[in-house]
């Protein structure tokens, strides 16, 4: 494992233990010597986690469509920004940059990116690990949702298994690099 894309907000959430999650995330991957790409915004918990990997000394690829960037919302200092056309092009980039995923909290695009490479690694279109950073229970009520699809026999129980979820940022990663060794 080279590189983990970490899906998370361009908002910062309403308490500050979002922030301070994804700082800790950044070093912890910093540590690890892994890579980041991003959704390349200099903006919510996509800045914060972008800031500390590079303060950190680590390594930030981002990947941002022209809209956005147009928009000024492209974070400026990273080692490299890759400005594609579309969100279909960022998605698609950012899983083929990536060896793993994280999911810290987000809005609807964060879950839009987390569940399309959910339905990929379901459908077997990749085998790179997925995993969310559950920060101070935010995706306590998502993770209920699919254990309620389970029980209603909508999402098989193995495929449900396939998603990693983890309070701690060390636990996850350990998990999301076994996943990857077997």
């Known amino acids: 494992m080279n590189s983990i894309?970490?899906?998370?907000g361009s908002a910062s959430g309403n308490s500050p233990v979002y922030g301070e999650a994804a700082r800790d995330l950044a070093k912890l991957l910093v540590e690890n010597n892994l890579n980041v790409v991003y959704g390349g915004g200099d903006v919510g918990l996509m800045k914060i986690l972008a800031d500390e990997v590079l303060r950190l000394g680590?390594?930030?690829?981002?990947?941002?469509?022209?809209?956005?960037?147009?928009?000024?919302?492209?974070?400026?200092?990273?080692?490299?920004?890759?400005?594609?056309?579309?969100?279909?092009?960022?998605?698609?980039?950012?899983?083929?940059?990536?060896?793993?995923?994280?999911?810290?909290?987000?809005?609807?695009?964060?879950?839009?990116?987390?569940?399309?490479?959910?339905?990929?690694?379901q459908l077997d279109f990749h085998q790179k690990p997925l995993g969310i950073l559950n920060v101070a229970g935010f995706y306590d009520p998502l993770l209920a949702f699919l254990s309620h699809a389970v029980a209603t026999g909508f999402l098989k129980?193995?495929?449900?298994?396939?998603?990693?979820?983890?309070?701690?940022?060390?636990?996850?990663?350990?998990?999301?690099k076994s996943a990857i060794t077997g």
């Open 58 to 121: 680590g390594h930030v690829t981002g990947v941002i469509p022209q809209a956005l960037f147009d928009r000024e919302i492209g974070h400026a200092q990273l080692q490299q920004l890759h400005i594609v056309a579309d969100m279909h092009q960022r998605k698609a980039m950012m899983a083929a940059l990536a060896d793993g995923f994280i999911a810290l909290p987000g809005g609807i695009g964060t879950l839009e990116e987390l569940f399309e490479m959910f339905t990929w690694l």
């Open 157 to 176: 129980p193995e495929h449900h298994a396939l998603l990693i979820t983890e309070n701690d940022p060390t636990d996850l990663l350990r998990k999301l």
């Open 5 to 8: 894309c970490v899906y998370c």
